[in-house]
T-cell receptor, first 110, second 115 residues
């Protein structure tokens, strides 16, 4: 089967750095995605990792270790608008569907 | 990315009735999916909408309850049939764009409340 774990909630301070972890167990791994979802809105795509290593996109970076079944999303220079749920999703062959974790609700405080 | 629209954006329905949700994309897509997100929960895949053929349903979802159409590459409908309060949820259309890295992009969602 497939299993994805991420913390339920996190709190961080404006201007700081926060790391949101995601661990997964799946066969036929074919990529890991991070999405951001503000309350009442649809998820928006943040990052995609299929090979080991770090992908950087401005203030957001995502890391993947396939051997450890582990990923993290790193958010730097936190802003109040970063308060949202962050969803980790895994794609596994032979299907292209995504399996989502339960999401991490991040609260950024002044 | 692409512009993905869903109609209606929200609705309040009586139990026992049915609602059809439309999803329209302004670009060519390879795949279309329908998800459900119940209050406070993450996303659950209902089915993959296949062009010109029957949708592929996930475990726990059946065609009689959630009939899906996809007559062309850029349009799909999901019907929630014989609704009950347990069907109150956000229903999201998702697409994979042609020529992309197979990233899934989501529509704005349809917020459904069943009384």
């Amino acid at each position: 089967g497939q299993n994805i774990d991420q913390p339920t909630e996190m709190t961080a301070t404006e201007g700081a750095i926060v790391q949101i972890n995601c661990t997964y167990q799946t066969s036929g791994f074919n990529g890991l995605f991070w999405y951001q979802q503000h309350a009442g809105e649809a998820p928006t795509f943040l990052s995609y990792n299929v090979l080991d290593g770090l992908e950087e996109k401005g203030r957001f970076s995502s890391f993947l270790s396939r051997s450890k079944g582990y990923s993290y999303l790193l958010l730097k220079e936190l802003q109040m608008k970063d308060s949202a749920s962050y969803l980790c999703a895994v794609r596994a062959l032979p299907r292209v569907k995504l399996i989502f974790g339960t999401g991490t609700l991040l609260a950024v405080q002044p | 990315s692409a512009v993905i629209s869903q109609k209606p954006s929200r609705d309040i329905c009586q139990r026992g009735t049915s609602l059809t949700i439309q999803c329209q994309v302004d670009s060519q897509v390879t795949m279309m999916f329908w998800y459900r997100q119940q209050p406070g929960q993450s996303l659950t895949l209902i089915a993959t909408a296949n062009q010109g053929s029957e949708a592929t349903y996930e475990s726990g979802f059946v065609i009689d309850k959630f009939p899906i159409s996809r007559p062309n590459l850029t349009f799909s409908t999901l019907t929630v049939s014989n609704m009950s309060p347990e069907d109150s949820s956000i229903y999201l259309c998702s697409v994979v764009l042609r020529g992309g890295q197979e990233t899934q992009y989501f529509g704005p969602g349809t917020r459904l409340l069943v009384l």
